[in-house]
């Protein structure tokens, strides 16, 4: 598989086989690439009207992700409203489940119900590769398990059926043959 270059920063987007890769831990040495891709992401992330992004949505198949926090989720320090969070694992998940609507960025048009606990705890490490944990909740939580997901190698297209994927792809194809989707 092939990635852009350093530097360079681009949504990528379904049927890239890119976004089926599962990505590695970050170490040490990767928070200056962390550092570099992060504000490219959130301008991504935000001109697409997202709240989370992977980096393995941007061709780095690194364990970390970008999100827009207002409530619970640890903030990272320089850029207001946003969480850097590298390597998370899932520590505690409650059993109270809750299903709603999510998209994806690299689904253009993809907005399906899934059921996700409604608060979790996360370990993680933070941009000065310090180990934290932190208690997500509603939409944040929901988000944080959603890009997890991205660092599996597991799209939201797979949580739904047979049907609906296939419904997908034919809507996603026509509405690229018509420019109506321009990623």
């Avoid at 360079?8 to 990505?23: A, G, K, M, R, V």
């Avoid at 990767?30 to 992977?54: C, V, Y």
């Avoid at 490490?125 to 190698?153: N, P, S, T, W």
Wanted: glycine residues 8%.
């Amino acid at each position: 598989m092939s990635f852009l270059p350093a530097g360079i920063y681009q949504l990528i987007t379904y049927p890239s086989e890119i976004l089926y890769q599962f990505s590695s831990d970050c170490t040490e040495a990767d928070l200056p690439l962390i550092q570099e891709a992060m504000k490219p992401m959130m301008h991504i992330m935000k001109a697409h009207n997202g709240i989370g992004l992977s980096g393995i949505q941007v061709g780095i198949p690194k364990r970390f992700c970008v999100m827009l926090t207002k409530g619970t989720a640890p903030k990272s320090a320089g850029v207001e409203d946003l969480a850097v969070i590298i390597n998370p694992t899932l520590v505690e998940e409650e059993a109270e489940k809750v299903i709603a609507g999510e998209g994806c960025l690299s689904l253009p048009m993809f907005n399906e119900q899934i059921e996700r606990p409604k608060q979790v705890t996360i370990a993680y490490r933070d941009m000065q590769y310090i180990e934290r944990k932190a208690v997500f909740e509603g939409l944040e939580a929901r988000c944080i398990l959603h890009e997890m997901d991205h660092m599996e190698g597991v799209i939201q297209l797979s949580k739904v059926g047979p049907m609906k994927q296939e419904m997908y792809k034919k809507k996603l194809q026509k509405n690229r043959k018509y420019g109506k989707i321009t990623v």
